[in-house]
């Protein structure tokens, strides 16, 4: 072979005709192992000619054997194929989902439904890197349309905007909100309230306010508290603070001083959550299944 010459140029497809004619000793031999027409075969062979500038096959009567330069091109040949199929048998043995997914959540949603969805992910799409950020729905509507998050867990008022084209949105969870109050609170010794008797009190609510306050009470509630996060609300509620509503889901997550109590009357007021997104890509519906599994095993 001579100096100069750009191998880099070479199709690959070129170098597997030719490790078949050099393997088969024919090229109507190799041709139809490969299913090209015996025309095909040599136009492949005669293109590697040209950059190698030599010829790599004698041919005879009986077949082709490899010229010397043939021969040091196959062995060549057969190192970087044999490269390239383990370098294909390897990335087929990866999770098909790769890439990054920004997701951003509401306070509600990390006590136990973004942490548990991420757990099942980092076992099932190792290849799947998913960030995340906490922001008021509101905010998070606004970063979707901005196109700052992917997709977004939203406590989920109906529509979620008025623009276009429209968000779409799967529920992934639509619980009753139950009532939390201090321990040593009056109401505190029943089994349930009424809602008259949520009249009155200081609440503890998410800005600007949102949850926390139960919607059903007919005066206006007096906020003197306000934290995004459910465990800060709920640290204020067990220090006499203020009352609060939360999800039936997080129940069985209050600390120690607090009281949850069910209310009767009125509407029946639920929390629902939606994840929520403008273009679904396919390592986003990975993240997607994986929230919805979360809530509906």
């Known amino acids: 072979m001579h100096v100069g010459m750009d191998l880099t140029a070479v199709p690959l497809v070129s170098l597997r005709v030719f490790q078949e004619v050099a393997e088969r000793g024919s090229l109507s031999s190799a041709a139809s192992a490969l299913g090209y027409t015996q025309s095909a075969v040599s136009r492949q062979i005669a293109a590697l000619e ?10 005879q009567r009986e077949g082709v054997q490899l010229t ?29 989902t790769a890439g990054t997914v920004r997701l951003g ?12 969805a991420l757990a099942v992910l980092r076992r099932s799409h190792p290849a799947l890197t998913v960030t995340t950020r906490e922001g008021t ?3 998070l509507v606004r970063a979707l349309r901005a196109r700052t998050v992917d997709l977004a867990v939203l406590a989920s008022p109906s529509p979620l905007d008025d623009e276009t084209p429209a968000l779409q949105a799967e529920v992934l969870d639509e619980r009753e909100l139950v009532l939390a109050v201090p321990s040593t609170h009056p109401l505190a010794h029943k089994d349930y309230v009424d809602v008259e008797d ?4 200081a ?35 067990a220090s006499g603070a203020g009352i609060t509503t939360l999800p039936e889901s997080l129940a069985a997550s209050v600390p120690q001083g607090v009281q949850v109590l069910r209310v009767r009357g009125g509407s029946r007021e639920k929390l629902r959550v939606v994840v929520a997104w403008l273009n679904l890509s396919e390592p986003a519906s990975v993240v997607v299944d994986a929230l919805v599994s979360g809530t509906h095993p």
């Open 50 to 59: 040209r950059v190698v500038r030599a010829p790599l096959l004698d041919r």
């Open 203 to 237: 609440w503890i609510a998410s800005p600007p306010p949102g949850l926390g306050v139960w919607p059903g009470v007919d005066e206006r509630q007096v906020v003197a508290h306000m934290a995004r996060d459910w465990m800060a609300k709920l640290q204020l509620v």
């Open 137 to 139: 729905t509101a905010s």
């Open 105 to 116: 959540w509401f306070a509600g949603a990390g006590g136990t439904l973004v942490p548990s």
């Open 198 to 201: 949520l009249r009155g009190w």
């Open 68 to 96: 010397d330069t043939g021969h040091v091109l196959l062995r060549h040949a057969g190192l970087v194929l044999a490269q390239l199929d383990a370098a294909s048998r390897e990335l087929s043995s990866l999770p098909a």
